[in-house]
């Protein structure tokens, strides 16, 4: 099921007016509603345990409703750097394995560039810090990340291991999430700061 479907069964089998109706009863805007059941964005981490209850599911169930379904990262002329809001950063990434989490995670910076990611999914940077990363990065540099759990042989990626998140290159053919790691994010591309 959907979230649109299920917003639909909560509105009496009804999708006309479903998306107003919950905007108005958590206080934001229709347009927000809209974004969640048409798949580009989801509830924020706060907001979910409200928009579960009101839909008379578990925050677990909701949350499931909206993991992305398994997708390459677009290249970086694909996600197309604008001026705008601000890309979250993580770091100083000095040596692995670090913390890194979409959701959890808290930035240390911020920068004054918006990604655009069209796919729908979130993108970050990590600060890179130390001689410790070639040939994927230098001291200094920042890596620009796609949320994505599937990646193309010779990608580096972003995986969360037991013992926290590592840097690695997939060496021959796509890689997907499995047991012991878990794809978080593809390096779609390296800045600095100038």
């Known amino acids: 099921m959907t979230f649109a479907d299920l917003l639909a069964r909560w509105n009496g089998g009804s999708r006309r007016g479903a998306q107003t109706r919950l905007a108005g009863r958590l206080g934001v805007a229709p347009n927000t509603?809209?974004?969640?059941?048409?798949g580009v964005s989801r509830p924020d981490a706060d907001l979910r345990p409200k928009v579960a209850r009101e839909l008379g599911l578990s925050e677990d169930a909701l949350t499931r409703m909206f993991v992305p379904a398994a997708r390459a990262a677009p290249s970086l002329r694909e996600t197309g750097i604008s001026r705008g809001d601000a890309l979250p950063v993580f770091g100083p990434i000095r040596e692995e394995p670090f913390p890194f989490d979409f959701d959890a995670?808290?930035?240390?910076?911020?920068?004054p560039l918006s990604v655009g990611a069209g796919y729908g999914g979130r993108s970050a940077a990590l600060s890179i810090r130390g001689d410790g990363w070639s040939p994927l990065a230098q001291d200094g540099d920042y890596l620009l990340l796609a949320e994505g759990s599937v990646a193309p042989e010779g990608k580096w990626v972003v995986v969360r291991r037991e013992d926290g998140c590592r840097l690695r290159r997939l060496a021959s053919g796509p890689a997907r999430s499995d047991d012991k790691e878990r794809i978080l994010a593809v390096v779609v591309g390296r800045f600095r700061r100038v």
């Not at 509603?33 to 048409?38: I, K, L, N, R, T």
């Not at 995670?105 to 920068?111: A, I, K, S």
């Open 33 to 38: 509603v809209s974004q969640w059941a048409s």
């Open 105 to 111: 995670g808290v930035p240390d910076e911020f920068l």
